[in-house]
């Protein structure tokens, strides 16, 4: 079957078309599948839930608003800036710790760096196992080790067979064919710790990420998803009932057409979600001016 083609309309004039690659998994297998499934790309920080499990497996002292912020690309809001520095202060550790640099367009502070959170639950990795943490970021550092094992275990892909670089914010980030993400995340809450991250993330998908994105969406707007968007377009999520697991990119990088593609993933999996099914297109005054809709599948 071919990609998911979304089409970007304003008064009836087609502006862009994205194709978007899709699959989703259940129970080991493929049962959805739009696109090229075998697709590889780096996770990115869709890989943050799986990062986690290292950190919720040493330690029992966590809240569920330290794991939501450990899993979460912050948006820089109040409370998502007080729950990285709650995670900070159990580690323990401090802002200078952190080794994921100044983030462009937002306040000259480490906290403010949308992976913060994700750091901040390295750093305190790294006080539970009695790891250095200095240079918990390179590839050498057990931490990162940790993360390479916890992803072969999801994926069940041998490490050497994962291809890695550097993400955004310093720390190694992993690739996949998407459907052994989808297959990652659909086993991610039978997995020792990983039920814990999900449950936190649907507890708290405000800490996750923001209003707007895909992935609060989701998991406001259903029962058992949990979820999480990763940069260039990808979005990952499973359930905590089905076994199920689902990974859609968007072949440009392009994040805004990932709504329209998950609700026409869902409808095929018979879970629709119609809220996404047409995205607004507005103006910096707050007008709906287009939309954004799913045009084909075939």
């Known amino acids: 079957m071919e990609p998911i083609v979304v089409e970007v309309v304003r008064n009836g004039v087609v502006e862009a078309r994205h194709r978007v690659h ?6 080991g297998a493929v049962v959805v599948e739009m696109g090229d499934a075998t697709l590889s790309c780096f996770m990115r920080s869709s890989s943050k839930p799986l990062q986690a499990l290292p950190l919720v497996r040493a330690r029992d002292d966590l ?80 931490v990162q080790q940790a993360a390479t094992a916890a992803h072969s275990e999801a994926a069940e892909v041998a490490a050497d067979e994962m291809p890695t ?25 039978a997995l020792d710790g990983g039920r814990d991250i999900a449950d936190a993330m649907r507890a708290h998908p405000h800490l996750v990420g923001g209003p707007d994105g895909v992935d609060e969406r ?29 990974a859609l990119k968007a072949e440009d990088g392009a994040s805004r057409p990932l709504g329209p593609a998950l609700a026409r993933l869902l409808e095929a999996l ?13 103006n910096s005054r707050g007008e709906v001016v287009g939309e954004m809709r799913v045009v084909t599948t075939s």
């Open 22 to 27: 899709a699959v989703a998994v259940r129970d």
């Open 63 to 142: 809240t569920t608003e330290d794991i939501a912020i450990a899993c979460a690309s912050h948006r820089a809001t109040p409370e998502q800036i007080r729950a990285v520095e709650a995670l900070l202060a159990r580690a323990p550790a401090g802002e200078d710790d952190l080794e994921c640099g100044l983030q462009e367009g937002r306040p000259p502070r480490k906290l403010f760096h949308n992976c913060a959170g994700k750091h901040a639950g390295m750093l305190a990795l790294c006080r539970a196992r009695d790891w250095p943490t200095r240079d918990y970021r390179l590839a050498e550092h057990p």
């Open 165 to 189: 670089a550097t993400d955004g914010c310093g720390v190694v980030t992993f690739a996949l064919p998407l459907e052994r993400m989808a297959y990652a995340f659909a086993r991610l809450p």
């Open 218 to 246: 989701l998991m406001r707007e259903s029962h058992t998803w949990f979820a999480k968007g990763g940069a260039e377009g990808l979005l990952c999520a499973g359930t905590t009932t089905t076994n199920t697991g689902i």
């Open 270 to 282: 018979g879970s629709p979600l119609s809220d996404m099914s047409v995205s607004p297109l507005t």
